[in-house]
């Protein structure tokens, strides 16, 4: 009887050896690397924001017209004192769009517009919609000599190479032919800023 409990207790033994030696080699990991790594890079090229003064946020407004035809009228505040009162010259715009000092890229402007009508249809052709835009702001810049048609189907290239930091002045001015109807007519102008060197849409 002795004898039988020493060779139970012996043989327990023995299985629990055996599952110590299982356990341990089903834990072994064999091969040459057990981790690796790697490396991961991105490339920012160009990036821009843009920002629109005050004013020209708060509209373009060409007034009441009382006379017809009217050539090249004056947006509101195509001339004006309140940004420069020292001088008191009237002559600059308080229009503008500015490239923030977030960007790392000079920007290129581009403006489109929609037709410019009366809630009932009337419209005043957009190509009498015409803009004018100078990285200066004075007397002469930004200035008729150089204004530009508005277009509905297309964005009109503007000034380029406007640096982080600048502004792009801007002037308006709308031709009103003598048989245009009476009403009130409104559109909606986009400036769109593109990095330098690529074209407008």
Same mark, same amino acid.
């Given at each position: ?104 890229? #000079? &920007? !290129?402007?581009?403006?489109?517009? %929609? +037709?410019?009508?009366?809630? *009932?249809?009337?419209? /005043? @052709?957009? $190509? ?15 200035? #008729? &000599? !150089?204004?530009?048609?508005?277009? %509905? +189907?297309?964005?009109?290239? *503007?000034?380029?190479? /406007? @640096?982080? $930091? ?23 102008? %986009? ?11």
């Amino acid at each position: 009887m002795e004898t039988d409990r020493v060779l139970i207790i012996l043989s327990a033994a023995i299985l629990i050896s055996a599952a110590g030696v299982f356990t341990t080699w089903s834990n072994n990991i064999t091969g040459a690397f057990t981790s690796a790594s790697t490396t991961s890079s991105a490339v920012i090229e160009k990036y821009f924001s843009i920002n629109v003064s005050g004013n020209l946020s708060s509209g373009i407004d060409f007034g009441t017209i009382a006379s017809l035809p009217a050539v090249n009228q004056n947006a509101s505040l195509n001339l004006n004192d309140t940004q420069y009162p020292a001088e008191n010259d009237g002559n600059e715009t308080l229009y503008w769009v500015t490239v923030e000092t977030d960007s790392n890229t #000079p &920007v !290129d402007f581009c403006i489109t517009g %929609t +037709a410019f009508n009366t809630s *009932g249809g009337e419209e /005043i @052709g957009i $190509g009498n919609y015409t803009f004018s835009d100078s990285p200066w702001n004075n007397v002469t810049y930004p200035g #008729p &000599v !150089d204004e530009l048609a508005m277009n %509905t +189907a297309a964005y009109v290239a *503007g000034e380029t190479g /406007i @640096g982080v $930091g600048s502004s792009d002045y801007f002037r308006f001015w709308l031709d009103v032919p003598a048989t245009t109807s009476s009403g009130t007519y409104n559109n909606t102008v %986009t400036f769109l800023g593109r990095p330098t060197g690529v074209a407008c849409p």
